[in-house]
């Protein structure tokens, strides 16, 4: 873990290389220090049907929504999400030019009802560095 759902105003894909802002959001969670790059999941959805404030068709947003696995004391979580939001906020700002609105949740996953029993990535990378 984390996993990080983007959910963004579809105007924004005329301005943001989303695929560039899910590679920079997976280098900034591996860079707290805190999650595994196995663990690691980056996906961005833009969404199509929304209303912003009063209507504005120029006005855009970008949500992040982490989920996280259980364990992680809050002032570690606080740091992950901060350095998440961070990472957001500097990569958005040079393209973004009407009004907008950046959000993040971190939240913790149930360990009881998270499963995550098959993931071979965590031995495939390994395997890389060997």
Known sequence: MPHLTVEYSDN????????AFCAAMRDAMLETGIFPLGGIRVRAFPSSTYVIADGDPAYEYLNLICKVGA??????RAKAAEANYSAAEAFLKPWISNPFALSLDMSELDPVTSLKRYNTLHDHLKSKVS
């Open 12 to 19: 924004l894909d005329d301005v943001v290389d989303m695929a």
């Open 71 to 76: 364990g992680r004391k809050d002032a570690i």
